[in-house]
C-alpha cells in the first residue's frame, strides 16, 4: 500500500531477535528503520484492572516508546501521556468512575497520536492431543496458561509442548523474559506471590496470603516507628521520619520453599528484592551505575509509593504504600513483595552490570555494545558464576543483608549452592517454581524441564484443577408471549445457570433504548417484569429484546437477542408460533482437541517421573 502512493519500500524481513537489535535497541535518529509490523501476544493472565497496557504501548515513561529512555538517543516525549497512564498505574484516582475516565483520556491520546497503530486482533487456536487431560485455557493467557502444564494429566512421563519459537531474547528477571515465547516455560519454572484468577482476573494468593488495611484514597495511616527503608544516599536501612504515614498497609503470610538448588528460601531473598527495587527505581545522580534505561522509570513509579517494611518474624512482613485501589486485592499485589531467584543470583547479575560486562535490558546492551544478559546461557551463567566465586573467596556480604544476617556459613553455603548447580546444569536459571530448568539445547531447538520433586514444595497435585472446567453462564430458556400490548404488562421468564446477574436491554423499533436494567438472580428460572405504564413507552412495531447472562466469577456472559412485536389494545394481528426453549449462543473454548497433530516447531520436554514422585509435586497423576 505504501509503494502504490509514493513510497520507496525497503522490506527487511527477521525474527524477534533482530527486532530487538534494530527497532527496540536502535536510536531512532539512525533511522535504522521507518515502519514496523508488531505482534503482541497478550498476557501471561487475565487481568481485570490493566493498570499497565496504556502506559506500556503509549507513554514514553514505560520505556517501551522510541528512544526507550535511553539518554543517549533520540526519545518521543508526551507528558500527558505520561500522566494520565502514571495515575492509572499507580492508583492515583478517588473512585472507579475517575480510573475509567483517564482510561479514557489515555485512549484517545494515544491513538490521536498514532507512533503504535493496532490494526487487528486474532484469536489463537491451539491443539491438544485428545490423550490430555487437565487444560485450564485461561481467558485472558489462553490454552499456554502457566497452570495448563501445572495441572495437565498423561498416561507417561514425558509431555511434549510445540512452541513456534524457543529462543527470541533474554532470560533475566529485571530485563528480559520479555517474549512470549520465554515467559510461557519462565512461567512454570516461577511461583509468584500472587496471580489472576484465569477467568474473573481477581488477585489470587500462590505464595503470600494477605490481609489489607486502608482508610480510603484521601485518609492515611500512622507508621510504626520500627518501619524501615532503604536509604539510597547512605547505603544503609534507616527508620522511616517521625510521623511518617501511607495510603495502604499490608501484611503477608510468606509460603517459603528450597530453591531449586536446594537452599532454603528466606526473608533476606525478600530484604534484597525489596533493596534492588529502591536502589535501582530510584531517581539516577550523576554518574549513577545503578540505572537502567528499561527498568529504572518503571520501578520508579513504584518507589514513589514505597514507604517501608516491617519484618514481624520470618515469614510475615508488613508492607506500607502510598497506594490506593477499590479492589483490595489490587492493593495487595501493588504491594506484594517477592523474589524470583535467590538474592545471591541478583547480587551477581548486578554486580556484572555495574561492572559493564551485560545489560540487563536489551536497550542498554545495544547502546553500550554489551551483552543482554541471559541465564540460560552458558557464557552469561560463567559471568554470574565467576562473580559468586569472587564473593565468596572474599567472604562478601551485601550491605542490604549486613545488619540481617552474620553467619560466614550462610553465605558461604548459599554462593557454593549456586556455583555447584552452574555446574552441574551449565545455566544460571534458579527460581522456585513446580518444575526447574534441566537443559536448553539451541542446536535441536529443545529445553527439557523437570518436576521440582521436593519435600519443601507447598503445593500437592491437583492444586489447580478447580480451574479445568469454569462455570460459564448460560441462558437455557426464554418464555415469553409473542406479542407486547402496549399499556398491559408483559413477563418473561428466563431460566439460567451459573449466572449471578441478568442484564437486559429492550431498543424501539427506531432503534432507542427504552427499558434497561440488571437483576440479581436468586432463582431460576427469574421472572422478567414490565408494568403497563413501562409498556406504554413502547413503538408500535417490532422491538429487540437484548439478554445477557453474567457471572461475577466467570467474566465470559452468555448472549441472546430476539424480536417482540408490539401493538396497540385490541388489535388483531396474525398467529405467532413461539417456542418455548431457545437455544443459546455456544460459548466454546478456543482450545480445539486434535488427535495426532504433530507441531514440527521448537519443543518444549516437560519431565514427569512418576516412579520418583513424592506426594507434593504438579502435574503428576
Known amino acids: 500500500e505504501l509503494s502504490k502512493i509514493g513510497f520507496k519500500v525497503n522490506k527487511e524481513f527477521g525474527d524477534l531477535n533482530k527486532a530487538f537489535v534494530v527497532v527496540y535497541g536502535s536510536d531512532p535518529a539512525a533511522s535504522k528503520w521507518h515502519l514496523y509490523t508488531e505482534g503482541w501476544g497478550g498476557r501471561s493472565a487475565f487481568v481485570r484492572y490493566d ?12 520505556s517501551n516508546m522510541p528512544g526507550f529512555n535511553d539518554p543517549t538517543y533520540w526519545n518521543y516525549q508526551n507528558k500527558r501521556l505520561d500522566e494520565i497512564t502514571q495515575r492509572i498505574y499507580t492508583g492515583d484516582f478517588a473512585t472507579k468512575e475517575e480510573r475509567e475516565e483517564l482510561i479514557r483520556q489515555a485512549t484517545i491520546e494515544g491513538i490521536d497520536e498514532a507512533v503504535r497503530i493496532f490494526l487487528a486482533s486474532k484469536i489463537d487456536q491451539y491443539v491438544t492431543n485428545e490423550s490430555v487431560n487437565g487444560v485450564v485455557n485461561d481467558f485472558g493467557a489462553g490454552v499456554p496458561s502457566r497452570f495448563t502444564p501445572i495441572n495437565a494429566k498423561i498416561d507417561s512421563d514425558l509431555l511434549k509442548i510445540g512452541v513456534k519459537q524457543i529462543y527470541q531474547g533474554a532470560w533475566n528477571p529485571v530485563g528480559g523474559l520479555s517474549d512470549a515465547y520465554s515467559k510461557h516455560i519462565w512461567d512454570v ?35 510504626p516507628k520500627d518501619v524501615i527503608t532503604w536509604d539510597t544516599t547512605q547505603q544503609q536501612w534507616q527508620r522511616v521520619n517521625d510521623n511518617a504515614t501511607a495510603s495502604s498497609k499490608v501484611t503477608f503470610d510468606i509460603s517459603f520453599s528450597n530453591w531449586h538448588n536446594g537452599v532454603p528460601m528466606d526473608m533476606k531473598d525478600l530484604l534484597y528484592s525489596f533493596y534492588f527495587t529502591l536502589e535501582w527505581g530510584s531517581t539516577p545522580t550523576e554518574n549513577d551505575k545503578t540505572f537502567d534505561t528499561e527498568f529504572t522509570p518503571r520501578a520508579t513509579q513504584l518507589v514513589k509509593t514505597l514507604k517501608g517494611i516491617r519484618v514481624l518474624d520470618n515469614d510475615t512482613i508488613e508492607v506500607y504504600v502510598d497506594y490506593w485501589h477499590f479492589d483490595q486485592g489490587e492493593i495487595a499485589d501493588w504491594a506484594s513483595i517477592w523474589s524470583s531467584m535467590p538474592w545471591e543470583v541478583f547480587a551477581a547479575m548486578e554486580q556484572a552490570v555495574i561492572d559493564g560486562k551485560v545489560s540487563f535490558s536489551r536497550s542498554g546492551a545495544v547502546s553500550k555494545n554489551v551483552n543482554w544478559l541471559s541465564l540460560i546461557v552458558p557464557n552469561d551463567a560463567n559471568i554470574i558464576k565467576q562473580y559468586l566465586q569472587e564473593f565468596k573467596n572474599e567472604d562478601f556480604v551485601p550491605k542490604p543483608l549486613d545488619k540481617f544476617e552474620d553467619s560466614v556459613t550462610y553465605y558461604d553455603n548459599r ?39 521436593d519435600d519443601s514444595y507447598p503445593f500437592e497435585s491437583g492444586k489447580w484443577s478447580k480451574f479445568e472446567n469454569p462455570e460459564i453462564p448460560k441462558i437455557t430458556s426464554i418464555k415469553h408471549s409473542p406479542l407486547l400490548v402496549k399499556k398491559e404488562p408483559f413477563d418473561m421468564k428466563i431460566k439460567t445457570t451459573h449466572a449471578t446477574d441478568l442484564q437486559y436491554f429492550m431498543i424501539n423499533s427506531d432503534g432507542k433504548i427504552v427499558e434497561h436494567g440488571r437483576k440479581t438472580i436468586k432463582d431460576s428460572p427469574l421472572n422478567l417484569h414490565l408494568t403497563a405504564e413501562q409498556t406504554d413507552r413502547f413503538e408500535k412495531g417490532a422491538a429487540d429484546l437484548k439478554l445477557f447472562a453474567i457471572s461475577k466469577q466467570v467474566l465470559r ?65
Not at 197 to 222: A, F, S
Not at 562 to 584: A, C, F, H, W, Y
Open 51 to 62: 493498570s499497565v497496557g496504556l502506559g506500556q504501548m503509549y507513554a514514553p515513561w514505560f
Open 189 to 223: 519454572l516461577f511461583d509468584p506471590a500472587l496471580f489472576k484468577d484465569p477467568y474473573n482476573g481477581q488477585t489470587i494468593p500462590i505464595r503470600l496470603d494477605w490481609k489489607v488495611e486502608t482508610n480510603g484514597p484521601t485518609e492515611k495511616i500512622e507508621l
Open 415 to 453: 554462593y557454593e549452592s549456586s556455583i555447584d548447580w552452574i555446574d552441574k546444569y551449565n545455566h544460571a536459571v534458579i527460581s522456585n517454581g513446580p518444575f526447574y530448568l534441566e537443559s536448553y539445547s539451541p542446536e535441536s531447538r529443545t529445553i527439557t524441564i523437570k518436576v521440582f520433586a
Open 557 to 621: 456472559p452468555d448472549f441472546f437477542t430476539t424480536s417482540i412485536l408490539v401493538t396497540n389494545e385490541g388489535e388483531s394481528v396474525p398467529q405467532v408460533q413461539v417456542k418455548d426453549r431457545i437455544e443459546p449462543i455456544e460459548t466454546q473454548l478456543v482450545g480445539v482437541l486434535v488427535v495426532g497433530v504433530t507441531i514440527v516447531v521448537a519443543v518444549l520436554l516437560f519431565v514427569y517421573k512418576k516412579k520418583i514422585m513424592k506426594p507434593k509435586q504438579y502435574g503428576i497423576l
